[in-house]
């Protein structure tokens, strides 16, 4: 729950800085709107890190057996899960979401 906080906060960051900019930014570095380009490359390592994160859980999950993993090993998987840092620092240490 933690996490998926982080999560929605990191997404109402990118939203209202949308609106402040006046649009979508997919064409940041054509339209060679260097802020947006530069605010997008935290975007970018943000996904890196959750890509990471859950690549590693499934790999653990691979190396029990994947879909035919024992119980004992879902239980083992879901501790280890439990056990993985949830406190995250966001963005800049803002939430738009409590303004």
């Known amino acids: ?4 906080q982080e999560e929605r906060v ?3 960051k990118v939203m209202e800085y949308v609106q402040e ?3 979508i930014v997919k064409m ?3 339209e060679e709107d260097w802020a947006t380009w530069n605010f997008l490359q935290w975007l970018v ?3 890196r890190e959750e890509e990471k994160l859950a690549l590693d859980l499934l790999d653990k999950a691979e190396l029990e057996g ?3 993993m024992s119980d004992v090993a879902k239980f ?3 501790k280890t899960i439990g056990t993985t840092g949830q406190d995250f620092p966001t963005a800049d ?3 738009p979401l409590a303004e």
């Open 1 to 4: 729950m933690k996490h998926s």
């Open 10 to 12: 990191h997404m109402a």
């Open 21 to 23: 900019r006046g649009g």
């Open 28 to 30: 940041s570095k054509d």
């Open 45 to 47: 390592a943000e996904q």
């Open 66 to 68: 994947g879909a035919t």
């Open 76 to 78: 083992e998987l879901n």
């Open 93 to 95: 240490q803002i939430n």
